[in-house]
C-alpha cells in the first residue's frame, strides 16, 4: 500500500468516526462518507505538508455542510491517529497532512522487500497491446528524427509491461510499392555510375549498397525491378557487414535499445492475398463502391473521416490504404484487445481514416489508439542541421552515437543521451536535440547529471561494504526509528509515489513523466548530500583516525540511513531501466570551479 492509500484509509476512517460521534451533524448517511471519492495528493507548496485532501470539499455537497465545518471535524477525528501526524484546515477547506516517519517507513521496507519489481504491477493482468512503431521507409538509415518515434515507442511499451499489459513490439516493412521501386532503380543507377531516377534516393549509402550488390549478387542489378527491391530493403534492415554507414535498420536500432518482436512484411499482405481478402469482406459489408475508374472505401453516414479514399487505383493497383486496412485486420485477427500505433505528427490526416476502417471491420474504435509525436530539430556546432533522405543529407542515430560514445570513452552513452533527452519532452511538443550538449561529461548534461546521481548511491554502498558496514539489512519497526532527518523522510515520501506516477505515465502515454520522476529524486538527494557535512552518512577518515571511533559511532543510525539509501537506488534503477536508460554504479564525477583532477564519485570523503 502506497503512502497516499495509507493516508486515504485513514482519512476515510476519520470521517467515518466523525460521522459516528456525530462531530458531521445529525442524519449523515455514514455509506455515502464512506463511499466518497476525495484525492490525497502532494500539494503544489512543500511547506504546506507532505500530502493534502480534498474530502471536506466533496462531502459538502453530499450531506449538506460547510466544507470548513467538515475539515474542521475531518482534523479533529485525525488526531492521535499512527498514519497522520498533524492535520491543518486550509483555504475553503483543504486539509494538509503531516505523516508519521513510521508511515514512510513502512513504504521504505517494502521498497526493500519488493526490489525490482517495486512499482510493477503483476505480468498479464491487463490488455493484449499490439504497439507498432519506427516503420520507417526501409529506403534509408535510421535517421534521428525516425529515433524519437523508436525511442517514444520503446518507453511507451515498457510502461504499458510495467502495469501489467501483455505487450508485442511491431515493426511495419513497407517493402512494396512506388518507394521501393524507386529505391531499387537508384542502386540500379548508382552500379552503372548514373543519375539515380527523379524520385530516387542519393548519398553515399547508396552508392555502397550498388557496390555490395555488385560483389555479392550481380546478376539482381541487371534483372526486374521488384527482386532487386526486395534485396534491397534485405539488406537495408539487415545492413552491410563492417560498414558504418549502412550498419542496418535491425542493428541500429537494438544499439539504441529497441527491439521488436515482430517485423511484419507489407509486401506479405499481397502475396498471401490478404488485401483481396479483407476487400471481399468490406464489400459484402457495402463499404466499398466502383466510381471514376476505381474502387473506393466509402465513408458512410457518422463515419470519424467523411471523404471516400481509394483502395484501388484506375490501372488496378492496390492504394497504401488497402494495405493498411489488411493490416489491421491481420493485427485483429491475432487477438489484441487494443492495437496502438505511434505516428509523427505529418500523420495526424491518417488516423481518421483507419479508425473508419476500424469500424468496417466491425470493432470497436477504443480498441484503435494513434500517438503522435512532434518533429525533431537537430542542432551541431550552434547552428541548426536540416534533413533529407532523398538529397542523402541526413543525421544517423549511429553518427550520433558513435559521435556522444567516443566523447564521453563509454560504450551505450549515445544511446543513453538520446533516450532521455527525447523522453524528456512531451510527444505533444518539438525537441531540439542539441548534439554537442549531449557530448559533454558535466553536470550541464541532464542525462549525465541523472546517472551521476545513480552511481553516488550504489557508491556509498560500495564503500559501505569496504568498511565492513553492513547494508539493506532486514529493517523493520524500531529499526528504521533513527531516520528522522526532514530530507530524508521527504525523499522517502518521494519513493513512495513511484507506483502511482508509473501508473499515470503508462495510462497518459507519457513516459516523460518518469523523467520529471527521477531528475526530482536526484536534485533532492544531491541537495541533502551536499548540506550533510557534520553529519555524514558513512564515518569519514578523520573520524575512522580516532582511537576506538567504533564505540562512539551510531551504528543504528548508519543502518537505517544505508537501508534508506539501498531503497533509493532500486527506485532510481527501476525508473531508468523504464526510460530504458543504463544506471551505472561507477562514473567520475566531473571537475567543478577550484577542483583537481583527483576529485572522483568514489572518494565519499
Not at 96 to 120: C, K, M, Q, S, T
Not at 160 to 168: F, K, P, Q, S
Not at 239 to 256: E, K, N, Q, V
Not at 372 to 388: C, D, H, P, R
Request: aromatic content about 8%; glycine content about 8%; some cysteine.
Amino acid at each position: 500500500m502506497s503512502l497516499a492509500d495509507q493516508v486515504r484509509v485513514a482519512v476515510r476512517s476519520a470521517l467515518v468516526q466523525a460521522v459516528r460521534s456525530g462531530a458531521l451533524g445529525a442524519g449523515v448517511d455514514e455509506a455515502v462518507v464512506a463511499e466518497a471519492a476525495f484525492s490525497v495528493e502532494r500539494p503544489k507548496q512543500p511547506q504546506h505538508g507532505d500530502l493534502a485532501t480534498n474530502a471536506a470539499m466533496v462531502l459538502a455537497k453530499k450531506i449538506g455542510r460547510p466544507p470548513r465545518d467538515i475539515a474542521a471535524a475531518l482534523v479533529a477525528a485525525l488526531a492521535g491517529g499512527s498514519v497522520v501526524r498533524t492535520a491543518e484546515l486550509a483555504g475553503p477547506g483543504f486539509v494538509n497532512l503531516r505523516v508519521h516517519p513510521g508511515a514512510l517507513h513502512v513504504e521504505l521496507d517494502a521498497i526493500l522487500r519488493a526490489g525490482r519489481a517495486f512499482g510493477r504491477a503483476a505480468a498479464a493482468t491487463g490488455e493484449r497491446i499490439d504497439v507498432e512503431y519506427v516503420s520507417a521507409n526501409p529506403t534509408g538509415p535510421v535517421t534521428v528524427a525516425s529515433g524519437r518515434n523508436a525511442i517514444y515507442g520503446d518507453a511507451v511499451a515498457r510502461l504499458l509491461e510495467a502495469t501489467g499489459h501483455r505487450v508485442t513490439r511491431e515493426f511495419y516493412v513497407n517493402d512494396r510499392g512506388n518507394l521501393v521501386r524507386a529505391f531499387a532503380e537508384s542502386v540500379r543507377a548508382a552500379a552503372e555510375g548514373k543519375s539515380p531516377p527523379e524520385d530516387g534516393y542519393k548519398g553515399a549509402y547508396v552508392t555502397e549498397l550498388a557496390s555490395w550488390l555488385k560483389t555479392t549478387d550481380p546478376a539482381l542489378l541487371t534483372g526486374e525491378t521488384e527482386p532487386l527491391g526486395r534485396a534491397c530493403v534485405t539488406w537495408m534492415l539487415r545492413g552491410i557487414p563492417g560498414s558504418r554507414t549502412l550498419p542496418g535498420i535491425r542493428p541500429s536500432l537494438a544499439d539504441l535499445g529497441v527491439v521488436f518482436d515482430v517485423w511484419f512484411s507489407e509486401e506479405s499482405l499481397h502475396r498471401w492475398g490478404a488485401v483481396g481478402a479483407v476487400m471481399r469482406q468490406l464489400d459484402q459489408g457495402g463499404f466499398l463502391e466502383h466510381k471514376e475508374g476505381a474502387l473506393f472505401f466509402l465513408a458512410k453516414e457518422g463515419s470519424i473521416e467523411d471523404k471516400d479514399r481509394v483502395v484501388q487505383k484506375s490501372d488496378g493497383t492496390w492504394a497504401y490504404f488497402a494495405s493498411d486496412i489488411a493490416y489491421l485486420a491481420d493485427k485483429f485477427g491475432r487477438g489484441y484487445d487494443r492495437l496502438i500505433y505511434v505516428l509523427g505528427a505529418d500523420h495526424h490526416g491518417t488516423v481518421p481514416r483507419l479508425k473508419n476502417a476500424v469500424t468496417a471491420l466491425g470493432f470497436a474504435t477504443s480498441r484503435f489508439e494513434a500517438l503522435l509525436y512532434q518533429l525533431v530539430f537537430i542542432t551541431k556546432g550552434g547552428e541548426a542541421f536540416k534533413s533529407s533522405k532523398r538529397d542523402g543529407k541526413f543525421v544517423t542515430i549511429d553518427e550520433v552515437m558513435d559521435e556522444i560514445d567516443a566523447a564521453t570513452g563509454r560504450k551505450g552513452s549515445g544511446a543513453d543521451a538520446l533516450r532521455f533527452f527525447f523522453l524528456s519532452r512531451s510527444a505533444n511538443t518539438n525537441v531540439d536535440f542539441d548534439i554537442d550538449l549531449a557530448k559533454k561529461t558535466s553536470l550541464d548534461n541532464p542525462v549525465f547529471y541523472v546517472q551521476y546521481g545513480h552511481a553516488r548511491l550504489a557508491s556509498i554502498l560500495r564503500k559501505a561494504t569496504e568498511l565492513g558496514i553492513a547494508h539493506a539489512p532486514d529493517l523493520s519497526g524500531k529499526a528504521w526509528d533513527p531516520l528522522t532527518h526532514p530530507d530524508e523522510l521527504a525523499i522517502a515520501a518521494h519513493l513512495s509515489e513511484f507506483p502511482t506516477m508509473v501508473a499515470l505515465a503508462a495510462e497518459l502515454r507519457e513516459p516523460h513523466r518518469i523523467v520529471f520522476y527521477v531528475q526530482e529524486l536526484a536534485q533532492k538527494f544531491q541537495s541533502y548530500f551536499t548540506r550533510l557535512k557534520d553529519d555524514p552518512i558513512l564515518p569519514q577518515a578523520s573520524e575512522r583516525a580516532k582511537p576506538g571511533w567504533e564505540a562512539s559511532w551510531d551504528h543504528a543510525k548508519t543502518a537505517a540511513r544505508l537501508a534508506w539509501i539501498e531503497a533509493i537506488r532500486i527506485v532510481y534503477a527501476a525508473a531508468l531501466g523504464l526510460l530504458g536508460v543504463s544506471a551505472p554504479d561507477r562514473m567520475e564525477r566531473p571537475k567543478e570551479s577550484g577542483e583537481d583532477d583527483t576529485t572522483v564519485l568514489a572518494a565519499e570523503e
